[in-house]
């Protein structure tokens, strides 16, 4: 097996880098007076079209944690792991339709801002420094940490080469403002879809082949025939992978929390919507939604795949650590060095498109809250424009070197994406609850926010510590709950919640879609039941 890429593969790599650095480097000439100011720096001042929109929405979401983390997965427990893109669909609908109206009738720029106005100070900052951490030592750093363990183990190049150079090139793309970034998303899109469905075909060529079978689609039949286990969208309770998606939970419960905080009340997601104008965000957001459609296809069937073939004796030295062990999230690297030259290039392009876009959008989003939010609140309220966009730029330098630190201590990790998943679940709970109470019921106080921010961590700890068996996204459900209920009795006690003037004035004709967006929304969730119906 190759385990470097070749001149081809090179001359593919530097074509696709000198595309996405060029045409960034374009717009940022094109748009460089105005980068001055923090709505273009930060919202790309309302300039993104919707299939830029929804592009970079894909871009920054899809990265090494679904590359890697994902086909882990697959090759772990199978299609089932798809529900956290499949439900993200029909998640970014809903957001499209009641969340996304809400943040551009108040003009917000950050989630910590809308926190303020709808409540106060104390609020917005507790979660901004929540956020802050969660974005830097768990997103940004796992980020890198498995992107680079990808580019380590195809190119060849040490691990500290992969860190430095995968932080290198973000930070080149991300200093020139969300235009830049918004835009070249696009095109990193592009080499993501494309060379993610080349390694697909590959994988599904070479199960078909080993099998005797010819073609795609015999490779299917063959997944299905060989991995049945690994074709079941709902876990019963005596699958040994019922902790990480329990059962019904993935459908009517956790699951919920997780893509509702993720896609609607998220700075690193939102920010791509809230510079456009309504329409435009939601045509994004719908485009979003097909392409959410689409990814099992390019990260969790390359992972069952790899699954299929060292179940029958192929890449066992790879799969293993030198201690045996079985490394699901060596699944796709080990794909990919199977590719031929020139397409292993491309690939290798698209993984680092992915992992470039991610950490790029990641950072921008750090560098917006910090600069916004903190920088602006309580460092230099006075600051210039052009002082904040620097401040910006200095953050964005600033989180990357603590991600290019502490990513080599992350190397104990078995499957990358459930990582994550579980400890931003710490956090998700009391967002969420926080969020939809602020939007929706005019009463809710202050003080009932600041308990369910302060109350979401520790909640999170000790049940985590206590019931350990408990899965965590039911652990996340309860917690919602639970922090639900105390801020509506303490928003209660409060008699003058009655009349809460920071209470949002919401009109029901905010909510209502085109019909455009509502036949792209009905075809959505219609392709979503039939998925659900199948692999049940």
């Not at 031929?340 to 991610?358: H, Q, R």
């Amino acid at each position: 097996m190759q385990k470097s890429l070749q001149f081809l593969d090179y001359a593919v790599f530097l074509v696709y880098f000198f595309i996405v650095a060029g045409y960034g480097y374009y717009i940022y000439r094109k748009k460089k007076k105005a980068v001055a100011d923090t709505k273009d720096f930060f919202l790309a001042e309302g300039s993104l079209t919707w299939w830029a929109i929804g592009a970079s929405l894909i871009a920054s979401n899809i990265s090494a944690e679904q590359f890697i983390g994902m086909s882990g997965s697959g090759f772990a427990m199978g299609l089932a792991i798809s529900t956290y893109e499949w439900m993200a669909a029909a998640t970014l609908i809903i957001v499209a339709i009641f969340f996304i109206p809400v943040y551009l009738k108040n003009k917000i720029y950050t989630m910590p801002q809308f926190l303020s106005q709808r409540y106060d100070d104390r609020v917005a900052t507790v979660m901004a420094v929540f956020w802050l951490l969660l974005y830097i030592f768990v997103n940004l750093t796992s980020i890198l940490y498995l992107g680079a363990l990808a580019v380590q183990t195809i190119s060849g190049f040490s691990f500290t080469t992969c860190v430095l150079g995968l932080a290198i090139f973000a930070v080149f793309i991300t200093l020139g403002g969300m235009k830049v970034i918004g835009y070249t998303d696009v095109i990193q899109v592009f080499f993501l879809i494309l060379g993610g469905l080349a390694t697909t075909y590959l994988a599904l060529n070479l199960v078909a082949n080993h099998f005797g079978g010819n073609g795609v689609m015999a490779g299917v039949g063959m997944l299905r025939k060989l991995a049945p286990e690994h074709f079941h969208m709902i876990f019963d309770k005596s699958n040994p992978h019922y902790n990480d998606l329990p059962g019904l939970t993935v459908l009517i419960g956790g699951m919920w929390i997780v893509n509702l905080n993720y896609w609607g009340c998220n700075q690193y997601i939102t920010q791509r919507a809230l510079g456009a104008d309504l329409k435009t965000a939601r045509g994004g957001i719908l485009f979003a939604a097909f392409l959410k459609l689409l990814m099992p296809v390019i990260v969790v069937l390359p992972g069952i795949a790899a699954y299929v073939l060292f179940k029958n004796g192929v890449f066992h030295a790879e799969m293993t650590d030198a201690a045996g062990t079985i490394k699901p999230d060596h699944a796709y690297p080990v794909l990919l060095n199977l590719l031929p030259v020139g397409l292993k290039g491309l690939s290798f392009a698209a993984l680092t498109a992915a992992i470039v876009a991610s950490l790029a959008g990641k950072a921008n989003s750090i560098s917006t809250i910090f600069t916004l939010d903190i920088y602006r609140h309580y460092f230099k309220k006075g600051a210039s424009e052009q002082q904040l966009v620097t401040v910006g730029r200095i953050a964005i330098i600033v989180s990357c070197i603590i991600a290019v630190v502490v990513a080599p201590q992350l190397s104990n990790l078995d499957q990358g994406f459930q990582y994550i998943q579980e400890y931003t679940g710490f956090i998700s709970p009391g967002v969420f609850a926080i969020f939809i109470l602020g939007f929706f019921w005019k009463r809710t106080t202050s003080a009932a926010a600041l308990t369910g921010a302060l109350l979401s961590i520790p909640l999170s700890t000790i049940i985590k510590f206590t019931m350990p068996e408990m899965p965590f996204l039911d652990r996340m459900g309860w917690i919602f709950v639970v922090i639900i209920i105390i801020m509506v009795i303490i928003t209660l006690l409060d008699p003058k919640s009655k009349n809460n003037p920071k209470g949002l004035e919401v009109d029901s004709s905010m909510f209502k879609p085109s019909g455009v967006f509502a036949a792209g929304a009905i075809l959505v969730c219609g392709i979503l039941a039939a998925l659900y119906t199948v692999f049940w």
